[in-house]
């Protein structure tokens, strides 16, 4: 079973600051996925990658596979993005196994 | 596509009762998945569908869980002889089983057990 790592649990920063938030995982993965979730519940997938980084307005993911690390980075923070955010590893193409194993995730503040 | 849904949104039930749930996937995936969260964790895979095939189940999904998706398309969990413990937030996301594998996730149902 992929042993799941985010570090830090929990941030407060101030607006405008650069948020890196860290995921490392134990096992061979097919794909990483960053998600966010807001109180309430509902879960948004920010980025799902396999290597290499993407981008997406002022959100950045990294990943290395040889070091079963990512990284997920924000930019010119805002309020609005606090929020949980959550790394989860998709297993290798093995057939019938699909579910994702989530870290327990890093809750983010960002105080104007 | 309004995107996953899931009804009902809140169920308080008293413990021993049975208590049954439905998901509504993005009308043109095939796969869909449960998860529990609890309060303060991350969510826990309980089991996912191709089509109406459940390919697998994690250890988490007891006797006492079952999960079917007759046709293909919205799925049910239903949980028998629900004890204290299932208190948990069930969440329902769905993807295509090819290309890009993107899980869109539902608003989820909060289950509380008196």
């Known amino acids: 079973k992929n042993e799941v790592e985010q570090s830090p649990q929990n941030l407060t920063a101030q607006e405008g600051e650069f948020i890196t938030i860290n995921c490392s995982y134990s096992v061979g993965i097919s794909a990483l996925h960053w998600l966010q979730q807001h109180p309430g519940g509902g879960i948004v997938s920010l980025f799902m990658l396999s290597s290499g980084k993407k981008k997406h307005g002022r959100l950045i993911a990294t990943i290395n596979i040889q070091e079963k690390h990512s990284s997920l980075h924000i930019t010119a923070s805002h309020p609005r993005d606090s929020a949980v955010y959550i790394c989860a590893v998709r297993p290798p193409k093995v057939e019938g196994a699909d579910g994702l194993t989530f870290g327990k995730g890093t809750h983010l503040i960002i105080q104007p | 596509d309004t995107g996953v849904s899931q009804n009902p949104r809140h169920k308080i039930t008293k413990r021993g009762q049975n208590v049954t749930f439905r998901c509504d996937p993005i009308?043109?995936?095939?796969?869909l998945y449960w998860y529990r969260q609890t309060l303060g964790q991350g969510p826990e895979f309980l089991t996912y569908f191709q089509n109406e095939a459940q390919l697998e189940k994690s250890r988490l999904l007891s006797d006492r869980f079952s999960a079917e998706r007759p046709k293909g398309s919205f799925s049910t969990l239903e949980i028998q002889r629900t004890e204290q413990g299932d208190s948990a937030m069930y969440l329902c996301a769905s993807s295509l089983s090819s290309g890009v594998k993107t899980q869109y996730f539902g608003p989820g149902t909060r289950l509380l057990v008196l």
């Open positions: 009308s043109e995936h095939n796969r």
